[in-house]
């Protein structure tokens, strides 16, 4: 039982639980048992865990207590909890992308990134929920169930990864794994006041993330604020051997961030007033602090959104082909192979990701491919090329996540464009390769909450990270949680 | 009606390397079903193919040895298709921008000249795994094979016979086996060919529509299919029909082909690069160091045995058949062996041993140091020749070396007294067969040796022994 | 532009299978996916420009050793009864499908 007094406060970061467990007021076993128990209560409340790890992780705790008694901790996450995507594999529980057709799948292995971070120490508490195939914008489409948004139940969280969101916007002492493929980190992070980074494509390994749009893809971290995403980025990145696309050279130094270019496209028409506001006050913070404001406006923004709707469908569409009721995943019933292609697949997918497949096969169908496929790799780079340009008389980019705030629980998923409307301030990162870390901003007049986001080129992710640091010294909106949360 | 046929040929060879294509798991045939697998090439969720080198340096020297430009960049592809043993449900290949481009199949017509067959290109790609039919109606997958690095050689369409499809496809196998990339083992399937057949009249200037089949892994169904197919299409045509581009089943026992039921005609591919893999690239420098370590050319290797080694002809053929063969022949040579004992030995004893063993070269225990060895006391005249056999049996027999047991033999006797005082003793306890030699008849020579030998526990020198026998008989 | 035949079509491509009543509201999402699509056609694309090498530009050529693992490498389990218990169907050490024509 957890004697919650000798626990840090509920809010305490990552950085501050390492340091009150360095300080002696309480074990990792302790940190350990405090945080089931929030998962246990609220993290089942907003349906954001879906599975939990009880024994290991009090095991791996009292390995952490034990290190930390000689002297020999690993390092900051060292007897610190997390929790891992449901589309991440680990060797622990199941990793079933939130679908059925994957459900009790048991990888035996944990993703290269997780398994790094067990490697520094870090306890793994649980599996969380996430969008089916991490395709969605509110953590609607899992197999098992909505997830709430904890400032805001009748509210989603964001998605894909809206159970980490979830949990990293109601409790502190943890860092979480998400993955983004178009905002599916950063939209979740905005709508639950939490701190999360895409990092550059090829940062982090892919190795053990269910893929679906694979060359937009990416592990990242969620947590209460940039020192601890970048402590787990810092345990988590650089080359794998058993990733290709794995970045090999070690990250180039970029120099501290001191001008930045507000984006107005993602300000105007389209975008919640509220929204549009705080991002322009943030500007304003910033520029009080000594950093440079100026305005740019990026290329091909309205084509961005198309661009990836063709892409991550086409790949998608091959990714999940593997899923054919043979040798993994659910099988249906027939007595024919071509049946059961069909009927597995029925079985085993949603709608949502029905659609995408669909739309996926026919960009890349013959007679179709020129037009659709090829013409948005074309635009592609042109928005690679763009991003640079944009970049270079500046260092970083900076707009909102999310054109329109946290929206209720079954709004907009009758209406699937409605959801692909999200992803528009987002996708232009994933496309282009480049980092992007989101931050809290501020809240709107409903008390929920607005995110904003930093974009910069290749390789700037630690440059970021300290620019989001020295943000969150200006700003404490990322120290919030939501009302009624108990302490 | 002459019928003019023309063949197109896409010959697959998996590339011999230890591991698979895209991952660490044993490149392996011949074991029990699913021992060799990982996420992979299973395709579990969250793996990511990670290219071999081997497959490349071995890719790359196929390429030389066949003429084609090396491209420096080029660059994998998904091809997308639902079939129970692509567990994926895409094989990674190389469709939009292969390795190696051009380059030809040389061969021999039928009417002797040589012939060349023209390529198209060469790429890499993943094998698929296997299913077989079991008798309660399913279907079993082993995905063994699945991923296991493969070649794919697509020549251009050229008018020729059956026999003339089988020589290309020969001649190919013989190529990568010489130089190490395959090891052309076409019963366990790791060299097939998908053969595409047309026929047009003399004169007509478009090539007729082709038909495919597929997997042909032997010469015999190569060529027969080719003669078989043609001759279908012929009979089509001439009752005014039309042939329609598809894929057919060659049935080797009823000899003929058959539509394939379900099939669809054209599958849709859906090729698009992979995002899993970056592009590829082979410096010029990767290409000159396999060339480099190219082994001696089949060509150039037998204009020096024969040439230059005076090695006969026909004896030169057995030695060249295999390149191992021809590496075990230098190397006696280089041990102090002269080219003509090389060849006899070879051929006579190691050959024959691997034969009656049924053994194959690489597995061969004997050092060809220790068999010259042997053959230089035989022709220092310190044993004979049936000793020097005899040896290198036991050597083979016992495990051990022929060093060993060498050292064990005493020297042939040749002391002529010693020789004599035998050869009377032998004469004179078979006075009937001295006789017969007297009278003309030289049969019972070899039993007098015999008789010889065995009265010197073997020790004598045979050839010695005959000549004293000869002498000492005429004499008497 | 897109009609029943097409989303068929498709859907058989993709092994999905389509009921009747999914058809118009398959129909209906497409086009309205591609109309979003459409802005992609006025986007103009500068003459010779190729996207064929690769989709990011920011990782180079790499391959690994031909060594075949050990069990215990990382790179996965390779024990045959993992894949055995995560397939629908498993006997006698091979996955069972219908029969496969073909």
């Given at each position: 039982?957890?004697?919650?007094?000798?626990?840090?406060?509920?809010?305490?970061?990552?950085?501050?639980?390492?340091?009150?467990?360095?300080?002696?007021?309480?074990?990792?076993?302790?940190?350990?048992d405090?945080?089931?128990?929030?998962?246990?209560?609220?993290?089942?409340?907003?349906?954001?865990?879906?599975?939990?790890?009880?024994?290991?992780?009090?095991?791996?705790?009292?390995?952490?207590?034990?290190?930390?008694?000689q002297?020999q901790?690993?390092?900051?996450?060292?007897?610190?909890?997390?929790?891992?995507?449901m589309?991440?594999?680990?060797?622990?529980?199941?990793?079933?992308?939130?679908?059925?057709?994957?459900?009790?799948?048991?990888?035996?292995?944990?993703?290269?990134?997780?398994?790094?971070?067990?490697?520094?120490?870090?306890?793994?508490?649980?599996?969380?929920?996430?969008?089916?195939?991490?395709?969605?914008?509110?953590?609607?489409?899992?197999?098992?169930?909505?997830?709430?948004?904890?400032?805001?139940?009748?509210?989603?969280?964001g998605?894909?990864?809206?159970?980490?969101?979830?949990?990293?916007?109601?409790?502190?002492?943890?860092?979480?794994?998400?993955?983004?493929?178009?905002?599916?980190?950063?939209?979740?992070?905005?709508?639950?006041?939490?701190?999360?980074?895409?990092?550059?494509?090829?940062?982090?390994?892919?190795?053990?993330?269910?893929?679906?749009?694979?060359?937009?893809?990416?592990?990242?971290?969620?947590?209460?604020?940039?020192?601890?995403?970048?402590?787990?980025?810092?345990?988590?990145?650089?080359?794998?051997?058993?990733?290709?696309?794995?970045?090999?050279?070690?990250?180039?130094?970029?120099?501290?961030?001191g001008?930045?270019?507000?984006?107005?496209?993602?300000?105007?028409?389209?975008?919640?007033?509220?929204?549009?506001?705080?991002?322009?006050?943030?500007?304003?913070?910033?520029?009080?602090?000594?950093?440079?404001?100026?305005?740019?406006?990026?290329?091909?923004?309205?084509?961005?959104?198309?661009?990836?709707?063709?892409?991550?469908?086409?790949?998608?569409?091959?990714?999940?082909?593997?899923?054919?009721?043979?040798?993994?995943?659910?099988?249906?019933?027939?007595?024919?192979?071509?049946?059961?292609y069909?009927?597995?697949?029925?079985?085993?997918?949603?709608?949502?990701?029905?659609?995408?497949?669909?739309?996926?096969?026919?960009?890349?169908?013959?007679g179709?491919?020129?037009?659709?496929?090829?013409?948005?790799?074309?635009?592609?780079?042109?928005?690679?090329?763009?991003?640079?340009?944009?970049?270079?008389?500046?260092?970083?980019?900076?707009?909102?996540?999310?054109?329109?705030?946290p929206?209720?629980?079954?709004?907009?998923?009758?209406?699937?464009?409605?959801?692909?409307?999200?992803?528009?301030?987002?996708?232009?990162?994933?496309?282009?390769?480049v980092?992007?870390?989101?931050?809290?901003?501020?809240?709107?007049?409903e008390?929920?909450?607005i995110?904003?986001?930093?974009?910069?080129?290749?390789?700037?992710?630690?440059?970021?990270?300290?620019?989001?640091?020295?943000?969150?010294?200006?700003?404490?909106?990322?120290?919030?949680?939501?009302?009624?949360?108990?302490? | 009606?002459?019928?003019?046929?023309?063949?197109?040929?896409?010959?697959?060879?998996?590339?011999?390397t230890?591991?698979k294509?895209?991952?660490?798991?044993?490149?392996?045939?011949?074991?029990?079903p699913?021992?060799h697998?990982?996420?992979?090439?299973?395709?579990?969720?969250?793996?990511?193919?990670?290219?071999?080198?081997?497959?490349?340096?071995?890719?790359?020297?196929?390429?030389?040895?066949?003429?084609c430009?090396?491209?420096?960049?080029?660059?994998?592809?998904?091809?997308?298709?639902?079939?129970?043993d692509?567990?994926?449900?895409?094989?990674?290949?190389?469709?939009?921008?292969?390795?190696?481009?051009?380059?030809?199949?040389?061969?021999?017509?039928?009417?002797?000249?040589?012939?060349?067959?023209?390529?198209?290109?060469?790429?890499?790609?993943?094998?698929?795994?296997?299913?077989?039919?079991?008798?309660?109606?399913?279907?079993?997958?082993?995905?063994?094979?699945?991923?296991?690095?493969?070649l794919?050689?697509?020549?251009?369409?050229?008018?020729?016979?059956?026999?003339?499809?089988?020589?290309?496809?020969?001649?190919?196998?013989?190529?990568?086996?010489?130089?190490?990339?395959?090891?052309?083992?076409m019963?366990?399937?790791?060299?097939?060919?998908?053969?595409?057949?047309?026929?047009?009249?003399?004169?007509?200037t478009v090539?007729?529509?082709?038909?495919?089949?597929?997997?042909?892994?032997?010469?015999?169904?190569?060529?027969?299919?080719?003669?078989?197919?043609s001759?279908r299409?012929?009979?089509?045509?001439?009752?005014?029909?039309?042939?329609?581009?598809?894929?057919?089943?060659?049935?080797?026992?009823?000899?003929?082909?058959?539509?394939?039921?379900?099939?669809?005609d054209?599958?849709?591919?859906?090729?698009?690069?992979?995002?899993?893999?970056?592009?590829?690239?082979?410096?010029?420098?990767?290409?000159d160091?396999?060339?480099?370590?190219?082994?001696?050319?089949?060509?150039?290797?037998?204009?020096?045995?024969?040439?230059?080694?005076?090695?006969?002809?026909?004896?030169?053929?057995?030695?060249?058949?295999?390149?191992?063969?021809?590496?075990?022949?230098?190397?006696?040579?280089?041990?102090?062996?002269?080219?003509?004992?090389?060849?006899?030995?070879?051929?006579?004893?190691?050959?024959?041993?691997?034969?009656?063993?049924?053994?194959?070269?690489?597995?061969?225990?004997?050092?060809?140091?220790s068999?010259?060895?042997?053959?230089?006391?035989?022709e220092?005249?310190?044993?004979?020749?049936?000793?020097?056999?005899?040896?290198?049996?036991?050597?083979?027999?016992?495990?051990?070396?022929?060093?060993?047991?060498?050292?064990?033999?005493?020297?042939?006797?040749?002391?002529?007294?010693?020789?004599?005082?035998?050869?009377?003793?032998?004469?004179?306890?078979?006075?009937?067969?001295?006789?017969?030699?007297?009278?003309?008849?030289?049969?019972?020579?070899?039993?007098?040796?015999?008789?010889?030998?065995?009265?010197?526990?073997?020790?004598?020198?045979?050839?010695?022994?005959?000549?004293?026998?000869?002498?000492?008989?005429?004499?008497? | 532009?897109?009609?029943?035949?097409?989303?068929?079509?498709?859907?058989?491509?993709?092994?999905?299978?389509?009921?009747?009543?999914?058809?118009?509201?398959?129909?209906?999402?497409l086009?309205?996916?591609?109309?979003?699509?459409?802005?992609?056609?006025?986007?103009?694309?500068?003459?010779?420009h190729?996207?064929?090498?690769?989709?990011?530009?920011?990782?180079?050529?790499?391959?690994?050793?031909?060594?075949?693992?050990?069990?215990?490498?990382?790179?996965?389990?390779?024990?045959?009864?993992?894949?055995?218990?995560?397939?629908?169907?498993?006997?006698?050490?091979?996955?069972?499908?219908?029969?496969?024509?073909?």
């Amino acid at each position: 039982m957890s004697n919650r007094s000798s626990l840090p406060p509920m809010d305490a970061t990552v950085g501050e639980a390492q340091q009150w467990l360095a300080d002696g007021h309480c074990t990792s076993r302790q940190l350990i048992d405090g945080y089931l128990e929030f998962l246990q209560g609220v993290g089942r409340e907003l349906n954001a865990v879906v599975e939990i790890f009880v024994e290991s992780a009090q095991q791996a705790a009292d390995q952490s207590d034990q290190r930390r008694a000689q002297g020999q901790c690993f390092g900051p996450l060292d007897g610190i909890p997390f929790t891992v995507k449901m589309n991440i594999t680990t060797q622990l529980g199941s990793s079933d992308a939130s679908s059925p057709m994957l459900r009790g799948f048991q990888a035996k292995e944990d993703a290269t990134a997780v398994r790094r971070l067990r490697a520094a120490g870090a306890v793994l508490v649980g599996k969380t929920s996430c969008d089916e195939f991490a395709m969605g914008a509110s953590n609607e489409t899992s197999c098992h169930g909505v997830v709430s948004n904890p400032w805001d139940r009748e509210r989603v969280p964001g998605g894909s990864s809206g159970g980490s969101a979830a949990l990293a916007g109601s409790h502190g002492w943890s860092f979480h794994l998400g993955s983004d493929t178009g905002g599916s980190i950063r939209q979740p992070a905005a709508f639950c006041n939490a701190t999360a980074i895409k990092p550059t494509w090829g940062q982090v390994s892919r190795r053990g993330l269910i893929a679906f749009g694979s060359s937009l893809d990416q592990i990242c971290p969620i947590a209460r604020d940039a020192v601890d995403c970048q402590s787990v980025l810092q345990v988590m990145e650089g080359h794998d051997p058993l990733d290709s696309t794995s970045l090999r050279q070690g990250t180039s130094s970029h120099p501290p961030i001191g001008r930045v270019a507000l984006i107005s496209d993602g300000l105007g028409p389209g975008i919640d007033a509220s929204i549009a506001t705080a991002v322009r006050s943030a500007a304003q913070q910033m520029a009080s602090q000594g950093i440079e404001i100026i305005e740019r406006s990026l290329p091909h923004l309205e084509a961005a959104n198309a661009c990836y709707q063709v892409i991550s469908t086409a790949e998608a569409s091959s990714n999940l082909a593997r899923y054919d009721g043979v040798h993994v995943g659910v099988r249906g019933q027939s007595k024919d192979l071509q049946q059961l292609y069909e009927t597995s697949r029925h079985q085993g997918f949603g709608s949502e990701v029905r659609r995408r497949i669909l739309l996926g096969t026919f960009v890349l169908s013959a007679g179709y491919q020129d037009a659709y496929y090829n013409r948005a790799l074309a635009v592609r780079d042109l928005i690679r090329q763009g991003i640079d340009q944009v970049l270079e008389d500046c260092d970083a980019l900076l707009l909102p996540v999310s054109p329109f705030a946290p929206f209720p629980i079954g709004e907009r998923i009758d209406d699937p464009l409605a959801l692909y409307a999200c992803d528009i301030l987002t996708v232009t990162a994933n496309l282009a390769g480049v980092p992007a870390l989101a931050l809290p901003c501020a809240l709107d007049e409903e008390q929920l909450p607005i995110g904003m986001q930093l974009m910069g080129p290749h390789g700037s992710d630690h440059a970021l990270l300290e620019f989001g640091q020295r943000w969150q010294r200006w700003n404490d909106q990322h120290r919030a949680l939501p009302e009624g949360s108990t302490r | 009606m002459s019928w003019k046929t023309v063949v197109g040929l896409e010959i697959h060879a998996q590339m011999s390397t230890r591991s698979k294509m895209f991952c660490a798991c044993v490149r392996s045939t011949g074991t029990a079903p699913n021992q060799h697998l990982c996420p992979v090439c299973t395709g579990w969720p969250g793996a990511l193919p990670v290219i071999n080198q081997a497959a490349v340096r071995r890719a790359i020297r196929a390429a030389i040895s066949l003429g084609c430009g090396v491209q420096r960049e080029s660059r994998f592809d998904r091809k997308n298709y639902f079939y129970p043993d692509l567990p994926k449900g895409y094989q990674i290949s190389q469709f939009y921008r292969p390795y190696a481009l051009g380059g030809e199949i040389p061969f021999e017509r039928d009417d002797g000249s040589s012939g060349v067959l023209p390529l198209v290109r060469i790429h890499m790609e993943e094998d698929a795994g296997k299913s077989v039919h079991a008798e309660d109606g399913t279907s079993r997958i082993d995905l063994n094979r699945c991923s296991s690095p493969l070649l794919e050689i697509v020549t251009e369409p050229l008018q020729m016979s059956g026999v003339e499809a089988a020589r290309c496809v020969r001649s190919t196998r013989e190529l990568l086996r010489w130089i190490g990339v395959c090891d052309g083992d076409m019963e366990k399937g790791n060299l097939r060919a998908d053969v595409n057949v047309s026929i047009h009249r003399q004169g007509d200037t478009v090539l007729g529509t082709r038909t495919e089949l597929k997997n042909l892994n032997s010469f015999v169904s190569i060529e027969r299919s080719v003669e078989v197919e043609s001759a279908r299409q012929a009979l089509v045509l001439e009752a005014g029909g039309v042939i329609r581009q598809e894929t057919r089943l060659w049935d080797q026992d009823l000899e003929q082909t058959e539509e394939m039921r379900g099939k669809e005609d054209s599958p849709d591919y859906r090729y698009f690069p992979d995002p899993d893999l970056p592009v590829l690239i082979i410096e010029s420098s990767d290409i000159d160091r396999e060339r480099d370590s190219l082994p001696e050319s089949h060509l150039a290797r037998k204009t020096r045995y024969i040439d230059q080694l005076k090695i006969d002809a026909r004896d030169a053929e057995s030695i060249l058949a295999r390149r191992e063969f021809g590496d075990f022949f230098d190397q006696l040579v280089a041990a102090g062996l002269s080219p003509a004992s090389a060849s006899n030995w070879f051929r006579g004893e190691v050959l024959k041993h691997l034969n009656d063993r049924e053994e194959s070269i690489e597995d061969y225990p004997l050092t060809a140091a220790s068999i010259a060895e042997v053959v230089e006391a035989v022709e220092g005249d310190r044993i004979s020749v049936a000793k020097g056999r005899e040896i290198l049996q036991v050597a083979l027999d016992q495990g051990c070396s022929p060093a060993q047991i060498l050292a064990q033999t005493g020297e042939q006797v040749s002391d002529e007294a010693a020789l004599i005082g035998w050869v009377q003793q032998v004469v004179d306890a078979n006075p009937d067969a001295a006789e017969k030699i007297r009278a003309g008849d030289s049969k019972p020579l070899g039993f007098l040796t015999g008789q010889v030998m065995k009265a010197s526990s073997g020790q004598a020198h045979p050839r010695l022994v005959q000549q004293i026998l000869q002498r000492l008989i005429q004499h008497d | 532009m897109i009609d029943e035949a097409l989303v068929r079509k498709t859907a058989h491509l993709a092994r999905l299978e389509v009921s009747d009543d999914e058809i118009p509201g398959l129909v209906e999402h497409l086009e309205k996916i591609l109309d979003l699509v459409d802005i992609l056609r006025s986007v103009e694309i500068p003459e010779g420009h190729r996207s064929d090498l690769h989709v990011s530009q920011a990782t180079v050529s790499m391959t690994r050793e031909d060594q075949s693992s050990n069990p215990t490498d990382a790179g996965g389990p390779r024990d045959p009864a993992a894949f055995g218990e995560n397939a629908p169907d498993w006997r006698d050490g091979s996955f069972v499908t219908p029969r496969v024509v073909g």
